[in-house]
């Protein structure tokens, strides 16, 4: 039985409060909070490139461009951490791969995966401490489902007043109430897609969870924050021991 850390990836469309559950999920466990894209200084770029109004790259760059995010941030904060026994929490990972480039874009699935596999794999030299697996996935991802048809979804909302500022091991995020954390940019790429991007990229994430129980699990993510956060964890907690 290994003692390396625990990964775990919070996934769903834009507005499912996933960005505001992660940080809480990585406050409750003590873990290492972080996000794709934007996790490394380089993901920060690709982050602008990825979810800018200056930038339209197409589909099958938009996923080579994902990859690298990923890449680095496997190599520069995922792997390290998890050598050391730290649980890392992160704000989207392969999932949103799939269902974005994939069910979304119409990238084939099996290709995805490949580049997905490639991007993800264990850092050469690894790193020292707990032996990691030659392609790092998340050990549990959680789904949060929301209905597109639910107000958090159908249209990001503006915070009008004070934004809160969390610094968790260095990554900050803003939490605007039960919102997500979205800068101005990425409503105009993804947020503000039209209506059928939108359904093929909800449905795709509810066939990926569907296809791979043993590493997704759907929790509701409708209604207040606190509610919302008390199943996440216990979800985790199932997974994590093997109950789920």
Known sequence: MTDRGRYIALEGWEGSGKTTQAALLAEHLGAVLSREPGATPLGEHLREVLLGADYWPSPRAEALLFAADRAQHIAEVVAAHLAQGRDVVTDRSYGSTLAYQGYGRGLPLDELRAL?????????????????????????????????????????????????????????????????????????????????????????????????????????????????????????????????
């Open 116 to 244: 997905i596999e490639y991007a993800s794999g264990r850092p050469d030299p690894p790193p020292t401490g707990h032996r990691l697996p030659e392609v790092i996935l998340p050990d549990v991802v959680v789904l949060l489902d929301v209905p597109l048809a639910h107000p958090r979804t159908r249209s990001r909302q503006k915070n009008k007043g004070a934004k809160r500022k969390d610094d968790i091991d260095g990554i900050q995020m803003t939490l605007l109430g039960a919102e997500e954390s979205h800068t101005a940019l990425q409503g105009d790429k993804f947020e503000d897609a039209d209506s059928s991007f939108r359904e093929r990229v909800w449905h795709g994430f509810r066939d990926l969870c569907a296809a791979e129980p043993e590493r997704w699990v759907l929790v509701d993510g409708t209604g207040r924050r606190p509610g919302v956060a008390e199943r996440v964890r216990e979800a985790v907690a199932g997974k994590l021991s093997g109950d789920a």
